[in-house]
């Protein structure tokens, strides 16, 4: 958020004060409904932590006001990013104290005393008057009570870790779990149910089809067909489940496509940690990783 506003203010666009754009008035424009193009309200009394209200109209449409900056999916998408940064890559202490926004948070932590490990970006200027940055990664520790463990190379950390993280993760299966109905397995059941009763009925002797010839043998096959559908059908598959499903990649697959940010959240849904000590890393796995590794899905989302 903070690059956003020196983007911002450096191209010269002033807020609605006139005055150079913070970075709360940004995460106010960002979480607005309105940017889809949609007409919104404030509720009453709000906060600036409020979200402004989406109007809708009599058939319950959302009122539409202008074309959308951003559609419905590319909207959800910027609230998770934001959520997601507000969770693990908020910016700790106050602005100038070297913190900066760090990867792995929670997943890389201190040998020493298991904290958190976070990027320090030190400035200092050059006579020439030119800027030189250092990064290392440092316990939280540092600025209270610190525990004694050394400073690190981000780029030297962040590799290790991606390196051991391949060697015992890479070649596990990507699995999502899925919801599904089972709605309409049941209604097809109850229809052949309804078609072998109303077969079985007209082939018992003075029943319909138990005329001999062409319409008796029609009506014997297709009870047969419609027993052997009903047989095919699994019991189970006609009420709601679950079900595990591969993607058919690896996760040496799946973060070569999606990169270190599907990674770091692979991590932290694995409750996987990387503990750092002075002259040694340790990988602690728990034993059912792979099944908080799934990726759950939430169905019920595009239900409410």
Request: a neutral charge; one cysteine or more; charged letters at 30%.
């Amino acid at each position: 958020m903070y690059k956003i506003t020196q983007i911002v203010n450096r191209a010269g666009v002033p807020s609605p004060w006139r005055r150079e754009v913070g970075c709360g008035e940004s995460y106010v424009d960002l979480t607005n409904p309105a940017l889809k193009g949609v007409r919104v309200i404030r509720p009453p009394k709000a906060t600036s932590k409020d979200v402004s209200r989406i109007v809708y109209d009599s058939d319950g449409h959302p009122i539409r006001l202008a074309p959308p900056i951003f559609t419905d999916e590319e909207f959800d998408q910027l609230q998770d990013r934001l959520k997601q940064n507000a969770k693990y890559g908020a910016r700790k202490g106050t602005r100038g104290s070297g913190k900066q926004l760090s990867r792995f948070l929670g997943v890389i932590q201190c040998g020493n005393c298991q904290a958190n490990i976070y990027k320090h970006v030190t400035k200092k200027k050059r006579k020439d008057g030119t800027t030189r940055s250092t990064s290392r990664l440092r316990c939280s520790s540092y600025t209270k009570e610190p525990c004694g463990a050394p400073s690190f190379d981000p780029d030297e950390m962040y590799g290790a870790l991606a390196d051991t993280v391949l060697d015992e993760l890479g070649d596990y299966e990507v699995i999502h779990r899925e919801y599904a109905r089972g709605a309409e397995n049941l209604a097809r059941v109850t229809e052949l149910q309804g078609s072998i009763k109303h077969y079985m009925d007209g082939l018992v002797p003075g029943g319909a089809f138990a005329v001999g010839g062409f319409i008796q043998k029609q009506a014997e096959e297709a009870l047969q067909k419609l027993g052997a559908e009903l047989s095919g059908i699994d019991p189970e598959s006609t009420q709601d489940s679950w079900h595990y499903r591969s993607i058919g990649v690896t996760y040496r697959e799946h973060w070569s496509n999606l990169g270190i940010d599907q990674m770091e959240k692979d991590l932290l849904r694995g409750g996987i940690t990387f503990l750092v000590h002075t002259d040694h890393c340790d990988l602690l796995i728990p034993d059912d990783v792979k099944q908080r590794l799934v990726v759950k899905d939430d169905y019920f989302k595009n239900l409410k």
